[in-house]
């Protein structure tokens, strides 16, 4: 498993992306939201599941619902985490979970605006804190990113699909083998919210990827993914 920051990345980190009724999940964002981001205890009994059957860590963002949840869950057992925050003025609400690493979010990043992201920099490194960028067109916006400087860790769309991998499935995966190496490379989307089985869509992400982001919204699907992942990591 990868390091970084002086901490050991898992291969599966729990995502929330399910719990504040994402828009990639479509019909069942709505019902997604209702359901779990209206219920913090039943996403923290989410986050203690997976941190008990797989691994203690979690990405979060500073959502009032989600960070009452991982209170929840961090007064029944420790975790790591790692945050997405939209701009630099976020940092200081996650800043108390020590986070493992603070991505800028990808509609931030994917403006490519220069003047943001060394905000966010400066401020990452005034806190201490990693910084990584999750962006939705890698094969654009990394070029740029490298030239900027200063980012250790990479979030992107990886799946067999090509799904939301911009502005193509080749320049992506051309991207994502440019920086791999030098930098920890973390997958979303690796299921297409739902549309590919665990085998498939985790083997192919981790040919590519360092850790894969997970959203969960049955407890089954974090027994399933378990099991994958210690297949694909025992192999």
Known sequence: ????????????????????????FGSKSKEYYNRFYKNPELMAKFFICFAEKCYPCLHILPYPSLLKALDLAMNVMQFDVIVTVESEDEIDVVAKYT???IFLHASTTDEMKKEKLTNFLRVCEEFG???????????????YLEEVGGFEAYMTPINPFGLYMEPSFYTTIKAIESVK???????????????????????F??????????GFTEFEQIDKACRVIRWICDR
């Open 129 to 143: 804190s990693v910084p990584g960028a999750a962006t939705h067109c890698l094969g654009k916006v990394i070029p």
């Open 181 to 203: 190496e030098d930098k920890v490379v973390f997958g979303m989307k690796t299921l297409a919210a739902g549309r590919i089985d665990a085998y498939k869509g985790f083997q």
């Open 205 to 214: 992400a981790l040919s590519y990827a360092h850790s894969l982001v997970v």
């Open 99 to 101: 986070p493992i690493v």
């Open 1 to 24: 498993m990868p390091r970084i920051g002086g901490k050991t990345i898992p291969v599966l980190i729990h995502g929330t992306s399910p719990f504040i009724g994402a828009g990639q």
